[in-house]
C-alpha cells in the first residue's frame, strides 16, 4: 500500500514549488466551475423559456398569477444568461494561460478572482432557486384552470409547493456539510502556508542572529588586534 505523502514531494518530484502547484489548481477548479456554470446555465435558461412559450394560459387564469410568472421567468433566464456572459469572457483566458503557463500566471486575475465566484454563485445556486420557484409557478399557471372550484384548483400547485420544500429539507443537511468539508480543506492549506511562513521568518531571524555575532566576534578581534600592535609598537619605542 502506497503511503501518503505531502504536496511539497509532488512539487519536488514535477520541478514545482507548492505555491506554484496550488495557484495552477486554483486555475484549473475556476476553470472546471466556469464550464459547469455556462452548462447549467444554458440548460435553465433555455427549459425556463420553453415554459414561458409552451405552457397553457387558460382565459379563466387570474393576471395576478400570470405576471408574477412572467416576471420570474424573465429574471430567471435574464440571471443565466448575464453568467453565461461572464463564462464566456474568462473561459478563454483561462484555458490559454493554463495551456501556456510560460506567459505568467499573473495575467489572469480576474479569472481567480470574484467575477468566478458571481458567475458560480448565479449559476449553481441564486439560478437554481430561482429555477425552483419557477417549477412551483408553472405548476400553478399550467393546471390552473382545471374542473372544479377555486380551493381544488390551487391543489396542485400547493402539492407541488410542499414537495420542493420538504425535498429543499431533506436536501440542506448534505448541502451544508459537502460546503464545511470544502471549507475544511482549504483552511488546511492556509494553515500549511502560515505555518510555512512561520518557519521561513524563524530561518531569516536566525540567519540574522548568526550574522550579528559574526560581526561582534569580527569586532572583537579587529579591536584586540590593534590593541596588541599597539603594545608592541610602544614596547619598540621603549
Not at 430567471?76 to 464566456?88: D, G, P, R
Not at 473561459?91 to 495575467?107: H, K, M, S, Y
Not at 407541488?160 to 471549507?183: E, G
Not at 521568518?201 to 550574522?211: F, P
Request: one cysteine or more; a neutral charge; proline letters at 4%.
Amino acid at each position: 500500500m502506497a503511503s501518503r505523502r505531502p504536496p511539497s514531494h509532488l512539487a519536488v518530484e514535477s520541478g514545482l514549488d507548492y505555491d506554484h502547484l496550488y495557484e495552477l489548481h486554483i486555475l484549473w477548479l475556476n476553470r472546471s466551475k466556469l464550464r459547469s456554470s455556462m452548462r447549467t446555465s444554458t440548460l435553465l435558461a433555455g427549459f425556463a423559456l420553453v415554459a414561458m412559450v409552451e405552457v397553457d394560459v387558460n382565459i379563466n387564469t387570474p393576471p395576478g398569477l400570470l405576471i408574477p410568472f412572467a416576471i420570474h421567468t424573465a429574471v430567471l433566464i435574464f440571471v443565466h444568461l448575464f453568467s453565461l456572459v461572464i463564462a464566456t469572457q474568462l473561459l478563454p483566458e483561462l484555458e490559454a494561460t493554463i495551456n501556456q503557463p510560460c506567459l505568467g500566471l499573473g495575467v489572469t486575475r480576474l479569472a481567480k478572482g470574484w467575477p468566478v465566484q458571481i458567475c458560480w454563485f448565479l449559476s449553481n445556486i441564486f439560478g437554481i432557486v430561482l429555477f425552483l420557484v419557477e417549477l412551483i409557478l408553472v405548476a400553478y399557471v399550467k393546471f390552473y384552470p382545471v374542473a372544479g372550484s377555486s380551493s381544488d384548483r390551487l391543489h396542485v400547485g400547493t402539492g407541488t409547493l410542499l414537495v420542493i420544500i420538504l425535498l429543499s429539507l431533506v436536501s440542506a443537511p448534505f448541502v451544508v456539510m459537502l460546503f464545511r468539508s470544502i471549507s475544511k480543506h482549504k483552511m488546511q492549506h492556509h494553515e500549511h502556508k502560515l505555518d510555512r511562513a512561520k518557519e521561513l521568518l524563524d530561518t531569516i531571524n536566525q540567519r540574522a542572529i548568526a550574522g550579528g555575532d559574526m560581526d561582534s566576534e569580527s569586532e572583537s578581534y579587529h579591536s584586540s588586534g590593534s590593541y596588541e600592535r599597539s603594545v608592541k609598537y610602544q614596547n619598540t619605542e621603549v
